[in-house]
């Protein structure tokens, strides 16, 4: 991973994966696997049979020339969020 964020609701990453590999397979190995080791560590996680943790969707967008842009953007999405925590009652 090049940079990332985690926020209590969504997480921010911004990865360099190989050019041969399909983002659809990669972001349904990474949340894959993820989520078996979150269950493996929090089995409080599961609830019956339901082993869904991650979204159905997720959001990709290539970076090219704005790569620092968008790691400086991820980097404050925590202060962000703490901010946004604090003023949700």
Not at 16 to 36: D, R, T
């Amino acid at each position: 991973m090049v940079s990332g964020s985690i926020g209590s609701d969504h997480i921010h990453m911004c990865l360099k994966i190989p050019p041969k590999l399909a983002v659809s397979q990669f972001m349904g190995y990474l949340k894959g696997k993820s989520a078996l080791m979150i269950f493996d560590k929090h089995p409080e996680y599961k609830k019956g049979t339901n082993r869904h943790f991650w979204a159905r969707g997720y959001f990709v967008s290539t970076v090219g020339i704005n790569k620092e842009a968008i790691k400086a953007y991820i980097k404050n999405q925590e202060d962000a969020d703490i901010i946004e925590d604090k003023l949700v009652p």
